[in-house]
């Protein structure tokens, strides 16, 4: 009998084939995949879903990451992210193929081979000194980009922000990811875990700056994710190590600029700066 893995990784294989056989999508995207950050037609479950993550946030993850700050110095944080980005790469090369870009493709490939050597398995970042890219994608960011709407905002529970767009992205990814061939599932869920409490560790006077400066922050999170997620679609935005990573979503955003706008757009646009500004910020 097939599995469920074998079953997903073949229907990646055929949304691939779909996907190549298709005109370029790049104004039709742009047109259709854009998400409206006042269509929220199921806030009234999604405030209550978030009121609930908030809570685990507050309760749970930040005391705990709290605690990881104390131990761990900045330099640490960083390293420990920059190895889960890494390994990360054979999803990120597998949508830029699917989205028609194989030079971005090569790019993260050769980003993977050196800071998988070099990098001692991706704790340094040495590809960007070397010149090489980094890019950010993912199976929602694809569907995007080939025209499929986002649908309606929805909070998932733990997850967080998303739309059933995404959430059927993450399901790509997660056939697209190796890990799962070699790793069980438990060193999974913990590495997950400690993950999850790096990089909050790494928000923690953001968060504390984006709740105290915002009137709503449930719209607060809302508008960020969806400017946020619609620039990654249309590869509006830069790319950097944490980049596309969201509060309360698999995948997290890392440094911030700490300038708040009012719009949420510096709480999913850590790294957006130069990488002197960068340096300058202590999370």
Not at 14 to 40: E, F, H, K, W
Not at 139 to 145: A, I, K, N, P, V
Not at 170 to 185: Q, T
Request: proline share 6%; with cysteine.
């Amino acid at each position: 009998m097939i599995s469920i893995r074998t079953r997903a990784a073949l229907l990646v294989a055929v949304l691939a084939t779909g996907l190549a056989a298709c005109a370029p999508p790049a104004a039709r995207g742009i047109r259709y995949a854009q998400a409206r950050s006042n269509y929220d037609p199921l806030q009234g479950m999604n405030r209550k879903v978030f009121w609930f993550n908030d809570k685990v946030d507050v309760y749970v993850l930040e005391p705990v990451a709290k605690g990881w700050n104390w131990v761990a110095p900045k330099p640490v944080q960083r390293s420990v992210s920059n190895f889960f980005t890494n390994l990360r790469a054979p999803i990120v090369v597998v949508n830029d193929l699917l989205q028609g870009k194989p030079k971005n493709g090569a790019s993260d490939v050769g980003r993977f081979a050196v800071n998988t050597t070099l990098g001692v398995l991706g704790f340094f970042d040495y590809a960007t000194r070397l010149g090489f890219a980094q890019h950010v994608e993912d199976f929602g960011q694809t569907l995007g980009w080939w025209g499929l709407p986002p649908g309606p905002y929805l909070v998932i529970p733990i997850i967080g922000p998303s739309n059933p767009r995404e959430a059927v992205g993450l399901m790509g990814d997660s056939a697209a990811s190796i890990l799962p061939w070699f790793v069980g599932w438990e060193i999974l869920l913990g590495a997950r875990a400690g993950e999850l409490v790096n990089t909050r560790a790494l928000l923690l006077q953001q968060v504390d700056e984006a709740k105290r400066a915002s009137f709503d922050y449930y719209v607060f999170v809302r508008n960020a994710y969806l400017q946020r997620r619609n620039a990654l679609v249309n590869d509006s935005v830069g790319a950097t190590n944490l980049d596309q990573e969201e509060l309360y979503h698999p995948q997290m955003d890392g440094q911030m600029d700490g300038q708040m706008d009012g719009t949420g757009e510096d709480l999913y646009h850590p790294q957006d700066g130069t990488s002197d500004e960068r340096e300058g910020v202590t999370p």
